[in-house]
């Protein structure tokens, strides 16, 4: 509480006016000094004033241009560099400038890319920049194929580390605290724990441990799983109603000259058994309200099954393979044979499925039948995987001679690939 | 009747004679210079005490003011517009510049008494005790006390003349007062002034 003390004050106004009084004018005359040099000084005083005036105004005006002109310079710079800005890798911009943020739910496929993240993961897909996009994996696996990154960077973010992708298939998994990454074509380089390292085509490395060799089934089915979903990206493509118009076009655009095509496949082997057993269901609850189906044409080809006929080629994947997985391997073909009559990858992989099949069943003519039939597409997406079958069957047959020349071929026209690995473990058995 | 003599009787008066100032009428300068000379005159020697130097700094303050003249708003009285600038010059005073350090200080000139008694004497050596009492203290809290208690200036009127809020003169004046009650107790004139009514 501020309590002034009046009595004091009171005893020192007395006392200053006592003992100190005020010493009285000096020899400066005043009143002239005012008359003479007063009128100058209010004027430079009047000046000063003005001047102040217009440099507060100046300072006020100067403010929100600063701010305007600093506003447009930064939303100049700041600017998606995409269509306005010449980049180093305009390519990769384009392409980069599709990839969508947001968490990845299933199979995602972006043109340059494709993951697909497993059950229970925890991924999301962040766009870093024009020419960089990153999937943060905070649990659980994703895999990856890094199609065409046309100089771009594509990188998985673990919290134990980072993985980098340099263009190729692979897997990353976070298992009990620990980082592990499966690479089946390519190679990644992977940073964790301060260290970077490169994990090559074949390879399996661990956290805490040295990379260890993967095993050709492995990274023959993340191969096969990887090429499933372009079959699948294809299969909307080419659906023959035309009802997926929209999609065919913005799915062909992201792909390469270069590129190999997408096809179908039976990569039915790496899918979990959850996934396959929700397709079946997906198909056996499609199949009874099919309005306009009817098996007159899967019966008049093949001449079994009593579920209606699908209407595009990823059903008829769908189906194929499920009747193949439930004995009804009559169904089965005729329905491969049917998807195989039609164009682009569906219909190679269809092929390749129905020789896989009839290998399965002991038929080595059979398989090669299908091959022959699947040798119009000329390398197409299933090159490599047609060799091998071709090998196996020819082996089936006994005609080993044969089956090297297969082999050699395939190792020669597929260095690096899980066939020509396999193939190669064959020769050498040999 | 001449501007020499005459005086404002009122506030508008006076504001008459301070618009004609401000348009640089050396008349009206003029009667400024003579109402505000002995005020100013006083306020100095309240709060700087004598000084040999005291006319220079009442004609550093009418220069000052005549600058200062055209900011003059009319929402409050010429005195409190001169007092804040009487202010500034003493506060300018009290730090002096190196020119004045390297000259030394302005010894104090004894005030020149007609007659000494013993109660002029005592309350001119409690006034001078006071002054070094609260020479510890901050400019705006010495100033602010020395203005209430020597000068009698109440204490709105020293806020608009140090340009500060009322609340803050208030605490300024408090913590002068305290600390010359803290130092009273080892004064015994300070400790006399206290206990006199």
Redesign the interface.
Known sequence: M????D???A??????E??????P????D??A???????A??????R??AATRVGALALAAMIPLGLWVYSRATSEDDAPTVASRPSAAPECAARAARAREGAVDGLRDEGFAAFEAEAGAAARVEVAGPCETRIDLSRGAIAVHARDLAGGALSVRTPVGEVTVRGTIFRVAVERGALAVEVAEGRVAVRAGGRERVVAAGERWRSGGEPTELAPEASAALDARVRSWTARAAAAVEAPTGAREGEATSGTSGREPGQPRAGASDTSEDTSEDTRAAREREVSAESPGHAGGGLARARARGGAGDAPEPTDPEQFALEAEAARRSGDLARARALYRQLGGGRGPTAEGAWIRLARLELEQGDPRAARQALARRARFGRGFFDAEARWLEVRAREAAGDLAGATREARGLVEAHPGTPQSTAAEAWLAQR | MSLATALPATRSEEAAYVRR???????A??W???TQ??RV??LL??IL??RQD??DL??NV??EL??????FRHDSRLSTFVGGITVRVARRAMSPTAWFRRRGEMPE?P???ESAPD?????????RR?RRALSKLSDKKRIAFLL?????VD?AEIAEMMDASVSAT??R??YA?KE??RLAQTDPYLRE??E??
């Open positions: 501020t309590h002034l003390d009595d004091l004050r005893q020192l106004l007395r006392d200053a006592r003992g100190e009084p005020v010493a004018r000096g020899g400066v005043l009143e000094l005012m008359a003479s040099r007063g009128p000084l209010v004027r430079e005083g009047r000063r004033r | 100032a401000i348009e640089g009428d050396p008349q300068l003029q400024v210079a003579r000379e002995a005159r006083r020697v309240r005490g004598p005291l006319d009442v004609q009418f220069l005549c600058r200062a003249l055209p900011r000139e005030v020149a008494l109660a002029q004497s005592l309350a001119a050596e409690r006034v006071t209430w208690a020597l000068e009698g204490v208030r605490s004046i408090f007062q010359l009650k002034l206290m006199e009514p």
